[in-house]
């Protein structure tokens, strides 16, 4: 999608670094505080806007209070962008922002929210906006909302930040395997979780209170719903795909492997034999031959960039996370299932 | 800039002389308009951040109209001014904010527009006349944040024109039916934000996996036992028997499906492979990619 929200640079008042107290080596953020609100809107955004493999995206809008970030608002970006030629991402955010200001919203920029397609969401793009946002804010955070789970029971809403030697690295813009090796990230140190708590005031509780008691009991309980082929079919089926295209990548690092170390060979038969040359031509008398510069001969291979195969290790394991959250789940309701029938017989 | 209104100081009904533009004529939809919980979550915290000194807010509502009724699925507040005579509404804020929204959802229309509060005043019927420019009919809504009776009354209205044809016509807000409206997954987050109201700091954590499917059971056996309750009374005669109730109860027994326990057997067996094979797999791939990563880190 073309549409990502990386206009954080622009946000002039947006910066909330006056509380947030950035330990060099720790993360900024210990725990995020999402406002009830935050979470109904984001919600009703992909519900009304969202269809299929489409993700909608928005930005959130709070404060830091010591490590805690508060997510107190948030608004919808449009999508489809591409066709508005005169669409202007940053004057909306900026008109946005200055018209809730007026009544009073904060218009602190803290994060942004994406909705995700059974848990992929470790992409090229998410990185570079998240990068940008962090940049410019430092207790920045990514919203996941899979609706998709959601749907099957259980609010599914998670926090992300990039790890600080993500930041480093991807500040050196050095995605080569020495420079990775060296700051020794993993696909696993890429992305930290945030733990998320979400608050209500007491206004809030009291409406939540009356709609209780006026609206009719759910009557779907999709959470003990046994059915779960499908879902495990979509997942399995990305998680090959993702695998394909890691083995690609193996299958290309191996080759500039072999080709480097071949490579390196032929510079040392090359070199033996302008020795051996050198002092033939010496023993009749005859001038050595010019050195020649062995890196022009053969030039050296280009190192594949790591950081694409970093991200698909890294969604790969989050759709086994994934997988597995939703296994455990189902292997609970059919041994429920199990004991209940035992008892009925 | 705001646009002041030249109200009337004694204002009974400061009605127009000649009917509006969009009063006249039936309620289109039906009488029933359906509320998603997002919007009164909106309107309370707009209440919350209102300004010094403000007794109530305003703000404009957004939906769709369809045959049967008028679904409400978005709004924002909008500022405004409010003293014993005078009523300032800033209505090119309004515009300016449902164009931004409409970028988003193009589908949303101006139903009309709410405030809080739990009375309809003379300044109301002024605000209710500029909304009447911007849709046909508008509905008003009212949410008691102030509480009164103790409870939060939601209620919402259309305004009808009342009095004696010819002369001078009155206003008069006619009550409509409020239901609320829920997408399933506006359900779920809306069970799991309620559950705040039971932690003593207002505050609750995401739930793991197992701890929600323990909780859905809890909410089942619960039903279950509401259910039950019901039975014996009705059986001990404390309760008068009722046959719709006793209709539904006779499908809900009937819906257990009754299977062979060798078929069960079979078919739970096959089930608890398939998790297993796929947790298996799960794991597999993620040593697969810590290997990986080890060896080209060499």
Redesign the interface.
Same mark, same amino acid.
């Given at each position: 999608t073309g549409s990502t929200a990386t206009s954080s640079g622009s946000a002039g008042g947006a910066v909330g670094k006056g509380k947030g107290k950035g330990g060099s080596g720790d993360s900024a953020v210990k725990q995020v505080?999402i406002?009830?609100?935050v979470?109904?809107?984001i !919600?009703? $955004? +992909?519900? @009304? @806007?969202g269809q299929g493999t489409e993700v909608v995206q928005g930005v959130l809008l709070g404060l830091v209070v010591e490590d805690r970030l508060e997510i107190?608002?948030c608004f919808? %970006?449009?999508q489809h962008t591409e066709d508005d030629a005169d669409?202007d991402e940053v004057q +909306?955010q900026m @008109? =946005?922002m200055r018209?809730l200001r $007026?009544?009073? !919203?904060d218009h602190l920029h803290v994060g942004w929210y994406q909705s995700t397609y059974y848990g992929s969401f470790v992409t090229r793009a998410l990185l570079d906006s998240q990068f940008s946002y962090q940049h410019a804010i430092e207790e920045s955070v990514v919203l996941i909302y899979d609706?998709i789970k959601? *749907?099957q029971?259980?609010?599914s809403?998670k926090a992300y930040r990039l790890t600080p030697k993500l930041m480093e690295v991807c500040k050196e813009k050095d995605f080569s395997?020495e420079a990775?090796?060296k700051a020794?990230i993993?696909?696993e140190h890429m992305f930290e979780e945030v733990? !998320?708590?979400? #608050?209500? /005031?007491?206004?809030?509780?009291?409406?939540?209170?009356?709609?209780?008691k006026?609206?009719a009991?759910?009557d779907?309980? @999709?959470?003990?719903s046994?059915a779960? /082929?499908n879902h495990?079919g979509k997942s399995?089926q990305l998680?090959m795909d993702r695998?394909d295209e =890691?083995s690609q990548d !193996?299958i290309k +690092?191996n080759t500039y492997m072999r080709n480097t170390s071949k490579q390196q060979q032929q510079k040392h038969q090359y070199q033996q034999r302008r020795q051996q040359e050198n002092m033939q031509r010496q023993s009749r008398g005859e001038p050595p031959l010019p050195e020649e510069d062995l890196s022009k001969l053969f030039k050296p291979h280009q190192a594949p960039a790591?950081m694409d /195969?970093l991200l698909i290790?890294g969604q790969?394991?989050t759709?086994?996370q994934n997988?597995?959250? %939703?296994?455990?789940?189902?292997?609970? #309701?059919?041994f =429920? *299932?199990?004991a209940l029938?035992e008892y009925n017989? | 800039g705001q646009t002041p209104a030249s109200a009337p100081a004694p204002a009974q009904t400061p009605a127009p002389s000649q009917p509006g533009p969009a009063l006249p004529g039936p309620f289109p939809g039906g009488r029933v308009v359906r509320l998603h919980p997002v919007i009164l979550a909106s309107i309370v915290d707009s209440y919350e951040r209102r300004n010094e000194g403000a007794a109530r807010v305003i703000g404009t509502l957004l939906g769709t109209v369809d045959k049967h009724s008028v679904e409400v699925t978005n709004c924002f507040s909008v500022p405004h001014n409010e003293s014993e005579d005078e009523v300032a509404v800033d209505m090119e804020f309004a515009k300016n904010m449902y164009e931004l929204h409409k970028k988003v959802s193009p589908n949303e229309l101006i139903l009309g527009w709410y405030a809080t509060g739990h009375d309809i005043t003379e300044h109301s019927v002024l605000i209710h006349e500029y909304y009447s420019r911007e849709a046909p009919n508008p509905i008003h809504l009212t949410v008691d944040t102030g509480l009164q009776h103790g409870r939060m009354s939601i209620k919402a209205y259309v305004s009808t024109l009342m009095g004696v044809p010819g002369r001078t016509m009155g206003v008069m807000f006619t009550p409509l039916t409020v239901k609320y409206a829920y997408y399933d997954t506006e359900r779920i987050g809306v069970d799991l934000i309620m559950k705040t109201c039971f932690s003593p700091n207002r505050v609750i954590g995401l739930s793991s996996d197992l701890q929600q499917v323990g909780g859905a059971s809890a909410r089942i056996q619960d039903a279950l036992s509401t259910v039950l309750q019901y039975a014996e009374d009705v059986l001990s005669g404390k309760v008068s028997a009722d046959n719709t109730v006793g209709r539904f109860l006779m499908s809900l027994v009937n819906q257990v499906p009754k299977i062979v326990p060798d078929d069960f057997e079979t078919m739970l067996n096959s089930n608890i492979n398939d998790l297993l094979m796929v947790t298996y797999l799960a794991n597999l791939t993620q040593s697969q990619i810590a290997l990986n990563e080890k060896l080209v880190n060499l």
């Open positions: 505080q406002d009830g609100l979470v109904l809107k !919600i009703k $955004h +992909y519900q @009304e @806007e107190t608002n919808p %970006f449009p669409f +909306y @008109e =946005m018209s $007026h009544v009073n !919203i609706p959601t *749907a029971g259980s609010l809403l395997p990775l090796k020794s993993t696909f733990p !998320i708590v979400i #608050k209500n /005031s007491h206004l809030i509780n009291v409406l939540m209170w009356e709609l209780e006026k609206s009991v759910a779907k309980h @999709e959470l003990l046994l779960s /082929s495990l399995l998680l695998v =890691m !193996i +690092y790591r /195969s290790a790969i394991n759709y086994c997988i597995k959250e %939703f296994t455990a789940q189902n292997l609970g #309701k059919l =429920m *299932a199990q029938q017989n | -």
